[in-house]
């Protein structure tokens, strides 16, 4: 089973918005990839938008080791510190979880 979709994301209505799109720009500089770009223009900076959060999450993971590796060699390191920084790695590797899925819903039902 899955959920019915909204209005704005049946065929119909995109279809709709995209001849209402084309009719304004067919007479302009490359219309058919403004006409694009303007009926989807949510969904496209949208999947842009999660892949840039994707990329920021990939690289934290690597970071925090190395702060966690600094933390250990430190000598007058204080185990708060140390367990936030576990704590921030355990949320960044959930925040690219939550990204990935959300950005793979988003190709799935959009792009594909």
């Known amino acids: 089973m899955h959920y019915d979709l909204r209005n704005t994301e049946e065929c119909g209505w995109l279809s709709n918005k995209f001849i209402r799109n084309w009719d304004t720009l067919k007479n302009e500089k490359y219309p058919l990839l403004r ?13 842009q938008f999660l892949a840039l959060l994707n990329t920021v999450f990939s690289f934290s993971g ?6 966690i590796i600094h933390y250990v060699e430190n000598d007058s390191a204080t ?9 921030y790695f355990v949320l960044s590797r959930f925040a690219i979880i939550v990204v990935n899925a959300q950005s793979s819903q988003y190709s799935v039902r959009h792009f594909l």
């Open 79 to 87: 185990i708060e510190d140390g367990i936030m920084l576990i704590f």
């Open 62 to 67: 690597p970071v925090l080791v190395s702060q």
């Open 35 to 47: 006409t694009k770009f303007n009926t989807f223009r949510y969904l496209i900076l949208m999947t």
